[in-house]
């Protein structure tokens, strides 16, 4: 069943109604290329031509692009009493998290603030107060913050790993005799030469040799490498 309360029901609507309109009028945009030059049209069909294509063929092309912008929307987009897709528990956050923006202009903030005590008020056994929306808004900042601060701690970390290896806990340092602060890493041991011959000396080709694995050793104590 239609319900009209949804903005997007209405632009659906208008959308089909003005395609029947037009669909049934669109010879009328034939007949000056189906007709002789010397035949005078009625001014209503020179209006109707006029109107469909000032109006009716750019209107498909707007449709066109705002579907397209509407399906690329993610669910927290969804305004109220756009469509029956619109989530209180989603909206209402990300109206908190708008109004964070100092950029925006007082029309968009007070767009944004109506809409917040429409969804307030009708939906505050799902999404509570504004006080309650600012609050978890704060520990979801504070989350985000802690991530970031660890993530940026992890980064060495990585780095050391990607280019040693893990730590080996249990094997000692032979040089500083440390245990626990050992990176190993075992990797392929390749040697290339030069071939030998005229093929070689002219053009420079080399002959990759694997010789099995090695493993590399490095102290993060005292920052000697060795292999094994």
Known sequence: MINLKYKRTQQWLTFWVVNFLCLYYIPVVLIPFLSPPSLDLPDKYEVLIVLIYLFYFPYLVFCFFRTIAIWTLYPQDIEYGYSKKFDPKLRAPEIIRCLEDSNLSAKKISKLEHEL??????YKSLVGSRKKLEEEREKQLEREVRQHRAFLRSIPEQQSKLTHGPIATKIKCPHCHEVGKVRRKIEKN???SSEKGIVGALIGKKMVTD???ITRFYCENCETPWTA
């Open 117 to 122: 005590s429409i969804i307030i008020k009708e």
């Open 211 to 213: 010789k099995g694995s």
């Open 190 to 192: 390749i040697e290339e």
